[in-house]
């Protein structure tokens, strides 16, 4: 190489590596499920790594007990208004719970404290 060349700047990132050099607790979900999803959820999927950041049980948990591709939008995670309790929802089929320390399996039952009246019926 000459000394006049120009030095040009190596091309951009592999956009799942740069979500993983920013957000690692998604490596939990495995680099597969990320090239799958990120380009089409990929401001859910920071949604959900900010949740694991504020939350560490929650990438450990999806660790121990892997869940096969889930989607995006069917994770949710709840907190109780004095943040005693905190869950981490992956499908209708696997929900955990951390109160106290202790990590569980749980199962989510809606309570609904108030009817309304949906179109007359």
Same mark, same amino acid.
């Given at each position: *190489?000459?000394?006049?060349? !120009? &030095? &040009?700047?190596? /091309?951009?990132?592999?956009? !799942?590596?740069?979500?993983?050099?920013?957000?690692?607790? =998604?490596?939990?979900?495995?680099?597969?499920?990320?090239?799958?999803?990120?380009?089409?959820?990929?401001?859910?999927?920071?949604?959900?790594?900010? #949740? *694991?950041?504020?939350?560490?049980? *929650?990438?450990e948990v999806?660790? &121990?007990?892997? #869940?096969?591709?889930?989607?995006?939008y069917m #994770?949710?995670?709840? !907190?109780? /208004?004095?943040?005693?309790?905190?869950? =981490?929802?992956?499908?209708?089929? &696997?929900?955990?719970?951390?109160?106290? /320390?202790?990590? /569980?399996?749980?199962?989510?039952?809606?309570?609904?404290?108030?009817?309304? #009246?949906?179109?007359?019926?």
């Amino acid at each position: *190489m000459d000394a006049g060349a !120009v &030095r &040009r700047p190596p /091309g951009p990132a592999d956009p !799942v590596e740069r979500l993983l050099r920013e957000w690692p607790e =998604l490596g939990v979900f495995g680099v597969d499920w990320l090239r799958a999803w990120a380009p089409h959820a990929r401001d859910r999927i920071v949604e959900i790594a900010n #949740v *694991m950041r504020r939350y560490p049980w *929650m990438a450990e948990v999806l660790r &121990r007990r892997p #869940v096969a591709n889930p989607h995006p939008y069917m #994770v949710e995670a709840y !907190v109780a /208004g004095d943040g005693s309790e905190a869950c =981490l929802s992956l499908n209708q089929l &696997r929900t955990y719970c951390a109160q106290n /320390g202790a990590v /569980g399996e749980a199962r989510l039952e809606l309570e609904f404290s108030r009817h309304e #009246v949906y179109e007359g019926g």
